[in-house]
């Protein structure tokens, strides 16, 4: 399964930092997004994009993971020679990380 | 004459997302939108570093390029309901933007139209020659010498309150952070006070959710396969209902495409955020982790729960300078073998340039259609493209050198692979944004008014 399927992302951009966010489409995956979706599988998907490190915040409140990739726009989007300058496809590379079956259906939702 | 409507609600729409954004769903918001307040935000990072630029050749010059298309576009309706415009479009200069609309509101009579101008956020004088250093080299600005373009303090919201209460109309601002365009008129509204920091916090949410404009009604959130939005090509832009103590239903004119439901809201809230803890204002530390959204009904989604700590200590100044120049070259391979013929135009250009020592700090070289926006971690989805465009693009200390690369992608016309059509070149100087820090004391903003009799 793709990481598509259940989630969006949406990509920002701050200098020379971008920051992706993953929202579980509905909210009962974000616990599977939690345990699934790390700053080192992250880190690993994006291979030499990202020449900083990467921070994960977790936003339970609204289902959803901000990754915060430093170094990852070609020294800051007005100096880069990238042709997307300012990371907005990167959100889209994220979408295409290949996830487990979840185990059995969802759980139902919590009052 | 305009007056405020007296309603529960305060109603702000938002106008524009950047500086070249659609004008007629403005147009929508000033006509159907029952606003209070209609805001543009236009100013990306390097777009006053471009706007110092052209005052520097004219004094009159340096604000925004649509300003007037945009104000001549929503005005009369903003005048006919009791709307009142706030808009950062002053970019390098906000008094010849107000000076060039009062020109504007002369010719068309729009007698007792009250214009003001927030200056402030220039401070370029005071940092030139400084030894404030920049975040991203940590050299000091005054190292950058006569590179240094401009610099421009990031204001809140409290000037441009000040323009609220001396009654203006339009209110024309330079740098202002974006959310505190849209804070101004809620601080203003609800009387609320520069230490009710929970309040300023969820003014904020708002300001965020609304400051991108359709990209909380379903721009930059489409997808035909997974996430369907109706009617892009009318997409409504956003408004939202505040109530008193800050909660806002974030919603759009009726019959506009896009969409507002929780999903486009959750992913506008966390745009351009590190810490969602911890967003940082000139008004405020906002704190976006206890901010929940609830659908009341179609495209009418409820966002409360912003909070706040105590403001930074200091403002955050985008340095802009010159720093060498980009050349760049395209050109298309199609067909079979298209991918290997590209390759062999990408290594030529580079054969070349090493041959010619052209003296590149940086060059990128790629095929649009297979590595140019992912690199090698883009991993191919299925067969190989028919078509490919080549781009080489480098960073250069001279326009000259920066010229060659171009120069040298064109010809390959004649001098590279089969069957090369399509080929552009370009040079531009490289206009960098550093960030430094500057004591509030030394960035006072004046509100200057004027009446169009």
Same mark, same amino acid.
């Not at chain 1, 700053?39 to 921070?55: L, N, P, Y």
């Not at chain 2, 883009?378 to 080549?390: H, K, L, M, N």
């Given at each position: 399964?793709?990481?598509?399927?259940?989630?969006?992302?949406?990509?920002?951009?701050?200098?020379?930092?971008?920051?992706?966010?993953?929202?579980?489409?509905?909210?009962?995956?974000?616990?599977?997004?939690?345990?699934?979706?790390?700053?080192?599988?992250?880190?690993?998907?994006?291979?030499?994009?990202?020449?900083?490190?990467?921070?994960?915040?977790?936003?339970?409140?609204?289902?959803?993971?901000?990754?915060?990739?430093?170094?990852?726009?070609?020294?800051?989007?007005?100096?880069?020679?990238?042709?997307?300058?300012?990371?907005?496809?990167?959100?889209?590379?994220?979408?295409?990380?290949?996830?487990?079956?979840?185990?059995?259906?969802?759980?139902?939702?919590?009052? | 004459?305009?007056?405020?409507?007296?309603?529960?609600?305060?109603?702000?729409?938002?106008?524009?997302?950047?500086?070249? @954004?659609? %004008? @007629?769903?403005?147009?929508?918001?000033?006509?159907?939108?029952?606003?209070?307040?209609?805001?543009?935000?236009?100013?990306?990072?390097?777009?006053?570093?471009?706007? *110092?630029?052209?005052?520097?050749?004219?004094?009159?010059?340096?604000?925004?390029?649509?300003?007037?298309?945009?104000?001549?576009?929503?005005?009369?309706?903003?005048?006919?309901?009791?709307?009142?415009?706030?808009?950062?479009?002053?970019?390098?200069?906000?008094?010849?933007?107000?000076?060039?609309?009062?020109?504007?509101?002369?010719?068309?009579?729009?007698?007792?139209?009250?214009?003001?101008?927030?200056?402030? @956020?220039?401070?370029?004088?005071?940092?030139?020659?400084?030894?404030?250093?920049?975040?991203?080299?940590?050299?000091?600005?005054?190292?950058?010498?006569?590179?240094?373009?401009?610099?421009?303090?990031?204001?809140?919201?409290?000037?441009?309150?000040?323009?609220?209460? *001396?009654?203006?109309?339009?209110? %024309?601002?330079?740098?202002?952070? @974006?959310?505190?365009?849209?804070?101004?008129?809620?601080?203003?509204?609800?009387?609320?006070?520069?230490?009710?920091?929970?309040?300023?916090?969820?003014?904020?949410?708002?300001?965020?959710?609304?400051?991108?404009?359709?990209?909380?009604?379903?721009?930059?959130?489409?997808?035909?396969?997974?996430?369907?939005?109706?009617?892009?090509?009318?997409?409504?832009?956003?408004?939202?209902?505040?109530?008193?103590?800050?909660?806002?239903? %974030?919603?759009?004119?009726?019959?506009?495409?896009?969409?507002?439901?929780?999903?486009?809201?959750?992913? *506008?809230?966390?745009?351009?955020?590190?810490?969602?803890?911890?967003?940082?204002?000139?008004?405020?530390?906002?704190?976006?982790?206890?901010?929940?959204?609830?659908?009341?009904?179609?495209?009418?989604?409820?966002?409360?729960?912003?909070?706040?700590?105590?403001?930074?200590?200091?403002?955050?100044?985008?340095?802009?300078?010159?720093?060498?120049?980009?050349?760049?070259?395209?050109?298309?391979?199609?067909?079979?073998?298209?991918?290997?013929?590209?390759?062999?135009?990408?290594? %030529?250009?580079?054969?070349?340039?090493? *041959?010619?020592?052209?003296?590149?700090?940086?060059?990128?070289?790629?095929?649009?259609?297979?590595?140019?926006?992912?690199?090698?971690?883009?991993?191919?989805?299925?067969?190989?493209?028919?078509?490919?465009?080549?781009?080489?693009?480098?960073?250069?200390?001279?326009?000259?050198?920066?010229?060659?690369?171009?120069?040298?992608?064109?010809?390959?016309?004649?001098?590279?692979?089969?069957?090369?059509?399509?080929?552009?070149?370009?040079?531009?100087?490289?206009?960098?944004?550093?960030?430094?820090?500057?004591?509030?004391?030394?960035?006072?903003?004046?509100?200057?008014?004027?009446?169009?009799?």
């Amino acid at each position: 399964m793709k990481l598509r399927q259940i989630a969006l992302a949406r990509s920002g951009d701050k200098g020379d930092i971008a920051n992706l966010a993953v929202i579980a489409l509905d909210e009962r995956d974000y616990p599977f997004l939690v345990e699934q979706v790390t700053s080192a599988r992250v880190r690993t998907h994006f291979g030499g994009i990202v020449r900083g490190e990467v921070v994960r915040y977790e936003c339970p409140n609204v289902g959803a993971l901000n990754f915060v990739l430093h170094g990852a726009l070609g020294g800051g989007v007005t100096r880069s020679l990238a042709l997307d300058a300012h990371g907005k496809s990167l959100s889209s590379l994220l979408l295409d990380l290949d996830l487990p079956e979840r185990a059995g259906p969802l759980p139902e939702a919590s009052a | 004459m305009i007056t405020r409507r007296d309603t529960a609600s305060l109603r702000i729409g938002c106008g524009a997302g950047f500086s070249g @954004d659609r %004008i @007629d769903p403005a147009v929508i918001l000033a006509t159907r939108g029952k606003l209070d307040w209609l805001v543009f935000e236009c100013l990306a990072e390097r777009t006053i570093a471009l706007a *110092q630029q052209a005052r520097s050749q004219d004094p009159e010059a340096g604000y925004d390029p649509l300003l007037v298309e945009r104000i001549e576009a929503v005005l009369p309706a903003c005048r006919a309901n009791g709307t009142r415009i706030i808009t950062n479009m002053g970019a390098a200069n906000p008094r010849a933007a107000a000076a060039r609309i009062a020109r504007l509101a002369r010719e068309r009579g729009w007698h007792g139209l009250k214009i003001a101008a927030v200056t402030g @956020d220039d401070v370029l004088a005071t940092v030139t020659g400084s030894e404030h250093r920049l975040l991203e080299t940590g050299g000091q600005v005054a190292a950058l010498g006569s590179q240094l373009v401009s610099a421009n303090a990031y204001l809140g919201a409290a000037p441009v309150v000040e323009a609220i209460a *001396q009654g203006a109309h339009l209110i %024309i601002t330079g740098r202002v952070a @974006d959310p505190a365009l849209f804070l101004a008129p809620q601080v203003a509204a609800f009387g609320w006070r520069w230490d009710d920091w929970n309040a300023l916090g969820q003014g904020t949410v708002v300001g965020h959710l609304l400051e991108c404009a359709g990209q909380v009604t379903g721009g930059y959130f489409a997808d035909p396969e997974t996430l369907p939005v109706p009617g892009l090509a009318n997409l409504g832009f956003p408004l939202a209902e505040v109530r008193p103590d800050g909660a806002a239903v %974030i919603t759009k004119v009726p019959d506009t495409g896009g969409r507002v439901t929780t999903l486009t809201c959750k992913a *506008q809230l966390l745009y351009e955020l590190h810490d969602p803890a911890a967003y940082l204002t000139p008004d405020v530390v906002a704190d976006f982790s206890g901010v929940r959204f609830t659908e009341t009904g179609a495209d009418r989604v409820v966002a409360r729960g912003g909070a706040g700590r105590q403001r930074p200590d200091s403002l955050k100044v985008s340095v802009g300078y010159r720093d060498g120049f980009v050349g760049e070259g395209q050109i298309s391979y199609a067909g079979p073998g298209a991918v290997a013929r590209g390759r062999l135009a990408l290594k %030529i250009v580079d054969e070349r340039l090493r *041959q010619m020592q052209v003296p590149c700090d940086e060059l990128r070289s790629e095929l649009i259609g297979v590595d140019a926006l992912h690199g090698r971690a883009g991993r191919p989805v299925g067969a190989e493209p028919s078509e490919v465009r080549v781009r080489v693009a480098g960073r250069t200390t001279t326009a000259a050198a920066a010229r060659k690369i171009g120069a040298e992608v064109e010809a390959l016309y004649t001098n590279g692979p089969a069957g090369g059509g399509g080929a552009v070149k370009s040079v531009r100087e490289v206009l960098a944004i550093g960030t430094t820090f500057i004591r509030r004391e030394l960035v006072p903003c004046s509100v200057h008014c004027e009446v169009i009799p």
